[in-house]
């Protein structure tokens, strides 16, 4: 998916925002809202993509890797804030900033060279953040439980961090990119004392990074957090 102008996402934000501010309720609740949620993240990523480029640096040189261990840690801790507005009961915007923690990468093996076999230990460290930009479709139930889904786009900065211990040496490399990618989201919404809610949400990611420098990844998280409705 082509990258979102960053500009186009805050000029979109601000219109929304300011359609929310004409768009006042009859109760005094305009439906310009802030909130933060926290949760955990199970992220997808193809290792075989970290595993190959050393391989292929080996092979250059003339020399052999062969990998005998893996481990992959694909939880990780989330956090995403947002602001975002419903000048209509059940369509709004909702802008936010996402970052969906650390995916952690390990593999052990031998290097297979002229003079002679020796172990190898790499390790992967992928992390994305940024912002993103989404439409909000909402269902109230009752007065006070709310179900919505939203339907947007995430402009993430992805680093891949490569770490190499040979012959007691360890060295490390930062490669990152951005990337645009598909965001979809379904949750449920709490409201108390007029302008609270808590709230619960799932949240997918849909392959985020760059296949040609970071590697490809896709995200499932899980949240709860708390938003506040002026």
Same mark, same amino acid.
């Given at each position: 998916?082509?990258?979102? @102008?960053? /500009?186009?996402?805050?000029?979109?934000a601000v219109l929304g925002a300011a359609m929310c501010v004409r768009a006042a309720r009859a109760d005094g609740v305009n439906g310009l809202y802030f909130g933060g949620s926290f949760g955990r993240?199970? @992220?997808?990523?193809? $290792?075989?993509?970290?595993?190959?480029?050393?391989?292929?640096?080996?092979?250059?040189?003339?020399?052999?890797?062969?990998? #005998?261990?893996?481990?992959?840690?694909?939880?990780?801790?989330?956090?995403?804030? #947002?602001?975002?507005?419903?000048?209509?009961?059940?369509?709004?915007? #909702?802008?936010?900033?996402?970052?969906?923690?650390?995916? $952690?990468?390990?593999?052990?093996?031998?290097?297979?060279?002229?003079? /002679?076999? &020796?172990?190898?230990?790499?390790?992967?460290?992928?992390?994305?953040?940024?912002?993103?930009?989404?439409?909000?479709?909402?269902?109230?139930?009752?007065?006070?439980? #709310?179900?919505?889904?939203?339907?947007?786009?995430?402009?993430? &900065?992805?680093?891949?961090?490569? /770490?190499?211990?040979?012959?007691?040496?360890?060295?490390?490399?930062?490669?990152?990119? @951005?990337?645009?990618?598909?965001?979809?989201?379904?949750?449920?919404?709490?409201?108390?004392?007029?302008?609270w809610s808590v709230r619960l949400d799932y949240l997918r990611i849909n392959r985020a990074g760059n296949g040609n420098t970071v590697g490809n990844y896709s995200a499932n998280v899980a949240t709860?957090?708390?938003?506040? $409705?002026?």
């Open positions: 998916m082509k990258r979102m @102008n960053l /500009g186009y996402l805050c000029a979109v993240s199970q @992220n997808t990523y193809d $290792t075989a993509f970290v595993d190959d480029q050393y391989q292929q640096a080996a092979t250059a040189v003339g020399d052999k890797l062969e990998f #005998d261990s893996s481990s992959t840690h694909r939880t990780a801790d989330t956090w995403w804030a #947002d602001v975002g507005c419903l000048p209509w009961t059940y369509v709004g915007f #909702d802008a936010s900033f996402i970052h969906l923690g650390e995916l $952690t990468h390990r593999a052990g093996g031998t290097l297979h060279s002229s003079t /002679g076999d &020796k172990p190898v230990t790499t390790t992967a460290t992928v992390t994305s953040h940024g912002p993103a930009l989404a439409l909000l479709a909402r269902l109230p139930l009752t007065d006070s439980l #709310d179900l919505d889904v939203r339907l947007g786009d995430y402009d993430a &900065k992805t680093a891949l961090t490569h /770490g190499l211990l040979f012959q007691s040496k360890y060295t490390a490399s930062v490669q990152s990119a @951005n990337s645009s990618s598909l965001l979809v989201s379904a949750g449920a919404a709490y409201t108390f004392a007029g302008h709860a957090g708390a938003a506040f $409705t002026f």
